[in-house]
């Protein structure tokens, strides 16, 4: 196996780095993981992880649900229950941002296809990339569409999407810049791309410090901030049109927080009042959501 070390920020490339905590993968390996920050631009992420042709084992779980479709256990129903109302919300949101209606849409790191096919029957056009065989199957059986290999990122037309949608997928991405770059090619001139990702700055993250299950080391190779985020944009000449919350993903990520920290029992009542608490924290603030989506243009 391969490990990428790192001597500077994957993202802003300063020496000015550190160790932040050390984290325990708890879905596969129970293996540890450093986490380090930058001190220029804030970014985390995580130290010595596999590289792109060994990360692989790391994902074969039924646990994890982007993957496998998983409803067994409570957290997994949770998250079953709510994704009606988050499809509904992303739609809302893309077609607002978008002002189109039917429009072209690129969906990275597509999972199970879930979104890819709500956004088919309401009209778009789409192309759902994603790189796990099993779920690409999954896809097609659960919910009647066809996603393509990764591969096909870099040999799609220019300028030939209305919006790109990475819903907690830029933080599994090895070749950050390579990506980045990509994606302001794609993009139409008043296009939007929708990033979301966990947000380390939140409350529920503060909360739970080494036990945040959106760590979720070392399949998350970056761990961003608002300023991280901020700072990446620019140096891809993309702007930042604005952000908004995913209010449940606090209560998610505090269940499994939960889990984790108390194995085989957890705690849902502690659970529910940290996701609480941190959403009321971003009601008065957005940038202290436990995980944010950043709407961005040219």
């Known amino acids: 196996m ?31 993981f450093g986490i380090w920050e930058c001190g220029l631009c804030t970014l985390r992420f995580t130290q010595d992880v596999p590289d792109a042709v060994s990360i692989g084992p790391y994902y074969r779980s039924d646990n994890y649900i982007s993957h496998s479709n998983t409803s ?29 209606r039917k429009g072209k849409l690129l969906d990275i790191g597509a999972g199970a296809g879930a979104f890819v096919g709500y956004m088919q029957e309401r009209g778009w056009e789409v192309t759902g990339l994603e790189p796990d065989e099993t779920a ?4 097609r059986t659960d919910h009647k569409v066809e996603l393509t290999d990764m591969d096909r990122l870099f040999t799609l037309e220019q ?27 794609l993009i139409r001139p008043n296009g939007r791309i929708f990033i979301a990702v966990p947000n380390y700055t939140s409350y529920d993250a503060r909360v739970y410090r080494e036990m945040w299950a959106a760590y979720d080391v070392p399949r998350h190779l970056y761990h961003f901030s608002p ?32 889990k984790y920290r108390h194995p085989g029992r ?14 009321m924290k971003a009601f008065v603030n957005k940038s202290h959501c436990s995980s944010l989506v950043y709407v961005i243009g040219r």
């Open 266 to 279: 957890g705690n849902a009542v502690k659970a529910v009042m940290v996701g609480l608490v941190s959403n």
């Open 227 to 258: 300023d991280a985020i901020g700072n990446l944009l620019t140096q891809h000449g993309l702007q930042l049109q604005f952000s908004e919350p995913m209010w449940y993903d606090s209560f998610y990520i505090s269940m499994l927080s939960e």
């Open 136 to 139: 690409r199957a999954v896809a």
């Open 2 to 32: 391969s490990l990428i070390h790192y001597s500077g920020c994957p993202s802003c490339g300063s020496d000015k780095i550190a160790l932040a905590l050390t984290a325990e993968d708890h879905t596969v390996s129970h293996e540890t």
């Open 72 to 100: 067994r256990g409570l957290v997994n129903n949770l998250y079953h229950m709510v994704r009606k109302q988050t499809l509904s919300d992303k739609y809302r949101l893309i077609a607002s941002a978008t002002r189109t």
């Open 159 to 185: 300028d030939s999407f209305d919006a790109i949608t990475l819903w907690h997928v830029l933080e599994h991405v090895h070749d950050l810049h390579a990506y980045m770059e990509r994606l302001r090619g």
